[in-house]
């Protein structure tokens, strides 16, 4: 049933027209200034004639967007005007011209505490106006792919609008979830969620009215999350509730479809072949170690069991050539395939989940203890095998989620490493699927856990990519789950020390790239000025311990932290540094820091401010070495941005981040159809 029928929406005069507005003056009358629309916002008590204001400058037929008159020190004030307004009227016109603008400045303000502006947004599904509560759609959809703070957008939407007591706000809440919600978030906890979604369901009034929204949106979860996870939050619920899902929700297309992500490792600057991908719907194969682009090995022998393979693995890989371990894997993933399956044929009914769970524990140990045994003698393995390994990984962390991944991280993480540090030197793709499998883990451990366990004593004996690897996985963990406090940043910074003067440009770059987000979160994410490297004490010590390492890498470091543009997190395992090299930073300190590897010890301190050396010193800009500031792996830039050296731009505001879908790429860690580049030494 749609939401229009069951609400009865109306387009009322003043939702779709102007003239009702009593507020609106004749049209000889529109004309509102910027400065007067700024000043009255900033400065007016009275709210109806703020809300007289918006709506006659939102009329001017030539009108400027906000953003573009909007200095930044008033983008938070103005913010709070308008969301204070929005929170006090039901004016139609005024809901709608709010949201307008509210999405015109969108861009620079959802970094922002999502608390402040969220309720009310949500608050405007109760219009009677379709444009307005479209408008708030949009603008949801947007706050959700933005924002780096999932957690709490999720909990202000459930509390807000899912559990409204307005039954307008909680069904378009309801109905807005299929549009909210896609597979980037299967690793979100929407249990509650859900469960909310149960407890309208099990209310037969509500069901009565609301049926069809219920269902589209409990269906669209599903195939989200997958139906192991559906299981494991329902074991949690009251048994009532899980009764109400078996009862009324429709059971028959177990094989929930999910529609792939595009998981091509390419990007503007890697020339390195990949695998093709197909975007086009399939059944859902997001638990599935082979690539259905792939016929399946042929198992010779079908009688081969799981525990077998097992077996056969370990007696044979210290003595099997690249060509026969990679057989050997092979006929491991098809058979983990064959037994999970079976294993849920076999225990995934209601009444033997407790077999199911133990079975399953029993079976994902084994797995780990496997990776363990072939990861943990010092073979030359090669980057073929590295990634199969890796894509082993990956699946594992997937299935096991947070109750296993919490027991087991010390030894997850163990093997992570010693993927990274046995055989062939690393390259790009494996650093990209790096990062990508690091951050699926911290969706079921806190990331301060992970990043302990990872950064550690044995960091200087890393060869240079591992390094840049660690580095760009604290610099991606920083960035997406900004919402831990990170107490052991103190421990592991010193660990990044001697990175920042060495030969090589990319650990430079990394280097900075990644103190500057160390930096953020310390200020807690807000823009950093000269005053807060002073005031601020976790700032003040790191940036003393650089100056005494070096005072280029020093006044570099300052130089870059005032320009206050992060690092963002693309959707294709890179990191896209916020400092990228062209004519217009050639002779910034930053960028002129990173060009002198020619000497990489540290620079005698001196009490002046050092001589750089001039440009025609420097290594020319060519299309070949402008390269040098998009870092190897995994950073990259795909873009070109013009940084100047004047105040206003180097104290604006931290941009957004780019959606990040790096760690919730279904095929990331299912795929096995790999174009391998060579070693890089």
């Known amino acids: 049933m749609a939401l229009a029928s069951s609400l009865h929406r109306m387009s009322t005069s003043s939702g779709s027209s102007s003239s009702s507005n009593t507020f609106l003056l004749p049209t000889t009358d529109l ?3 910027d ?4 000043d009255i916002l900033l400065n007016d008590q009275n709210t109806e004639y703020k809300i007289q204001t918006v709506n006659r400058w939102c009329k001017n037929t030539r009108r400027n967007r906000l953003s573009t008159i909007l200095d930044v020190s008033q983008r938070h004030d103005v913010l709070l005007s308008l969301i204070n307004i929005l929170q006090q009227t039901t004016n139609l016109e005024y809901q709608y011209n709010c949201l307008t603008l509210l999405s015109e400045i969108h861009i620079n303000i959802h970094h922002y505490d999502q608390r402040i502006y969220l309720p009310a947004i949500i608050q405007c599904f109760s219009s009677t106006s379709n444009d307005v509560q479209s408008l708030t759609v949009q603008l949801l959809t947007k706050q959700i792919h933005l924002t ?19 039954i307008r706000i909680r069904v378009m809440a309801i109905q807005s979830l299929t549009e909210l919600l896609n597979t980037i978030h299967q690793y979100e906890n929407l249990s509650p969620i859900f469960e909310v979604l149960l407890q309208n369901l099990q209310d037969n009034t509500f069901r009565s009215t609301y049926n069809t929204i219920l269902l589209n949106s409990i269906q669209h979860i599903k195939q989200i999350i997958g139906l192991d996870s559906i299981h494991t939050y329902l074991e949690n619920y009251l048994p009532i509730l899980k009764q109400t899902y078996y009862t009324y929700v429709p059971q028959i297309n177990e094989q929930s479809q999910i529609v792939p992500l595009d998981t091509d490792l390419d990007d503007d600057d890697d020339r390195t072949p990949r695998a093709s991908q197909n975007n086009t719907s399939q059944l859902d194969n997001s638990h599935s170690l082979l690539s259905n682009r792939k016929p399946p090995l042929p198992i010779t022998n079908d009688n081969l069991d799981f525990y077998s393979i097992i077996d056969s693995l370990r007696s044979n890989w210290s003595v099997a050539d690249e060509t026969n371990r990679l057989n050997y894997l092979e006929h491991f993933k098809q058979s983990c395939e064959k037994y999970l399956q079976k294993i849920r044929t076999q225990y995934l009914s209601p009444s033997h989940e407790l077999e199911f769970h133990q079975v399953l524990h029993t079976f994902l140990t084994s797995i780990l203890d496997l990776l363990s045994y072939l990861t943990s ?15 082993c990984l990956g699946w594992l962390i997937k299935h096991a989620q947070v109750i296993y991944c919490k027991r087991n991280f010390k030894t997850i993480c163990t093997v992570f490493k010693n993927i990274l540090r046995n055989g062939q030197s690393n390259n790009r793709q494996l650093a990209k699927l790096s990062v990508s499998l690091i951050l699926l883990l911290e969706n079921f451990v806190q990331p301060p856990l992970i990043l302990n366990e990872l950064i550690d004593d044995n960091f200087e004996s890393y060869n240079y990519r591992i390094q840049l690897e660690m580095l760009a996985i604290v610099t991606a963990t920083l960035l997406k789950y900004r919402q831990y406090q990170y107490e052991n940043l103190s421990k592991i910074s010193p660990y990044f020390l001697p990175l920042l003067i060495s030969n090589r440009r990319e650990l430079r770059h990394g280097a900075i ?6 930096c953020s979160y310390y200020n807690s994410y807000n823009p950093l000025t000269l005053a807060i490297f002073e005031t601020n004490q976790p700032i003040k010590h790191l940036l003393t311990s650089i100056e005494i390492l ?8 300052r130089f870059r932290l005032l320009r206050n543009v992060l690092p963002s997190l693309t959707g294709k395992g890179n990191i896209t540094p916020g400092l990228v090299c062209d004519s217009n930073t050639l002779n910034d300190p930053d960028a002129k820091f990173i060009l002198l590897v020619n ?5 005698p301190r001196t009490t002046t401010a050092p001589i750089i050396e001039s440009s ?7 299309p070949t070495n402008n390269k040098l500031l998009q870092l190897a792996m995994p950073f990259a830039a795909s873009t070109t941005k013009t940084i100047t050296n004047d105040t206003v731009m180097r104290s604006r505001e931290i941009p957004p981040l780019k959606a990040s879908d790096a760690d919730h790429d279904l095929q990331r860690f299912t795929t096995t159809n790999h174009h391998y580049e060579p070693p890089k030494n």
């Open 513 to 518: 790239e990644c103190f500057t987000v160390i």
């Open 616 to 622: 025609s010193s420097l290594t020319k800009i060519t």
């Open 599 to 603: 000497n990489p010890t540290p620079t």
């Open 35 to 38: 400065n007067q629309l700024i």
């Open 377 to 391: 003698s010092n073979l030359d393995i090669s980057i073929k095998i590295k990634l199969v390994l890796s894509t």
């Open 148 to 166: 780096s703070d999932i957690r709490t957008f999720l909990f202000i939407y459930l509390q807000d609008g899912l559990k409204s007591s307005n």
């Open 31 to 33: 004309i509102i200034s």
């Open 550 to 557: 070096s005072i280029d890498a020093f006044n570099a470091l």
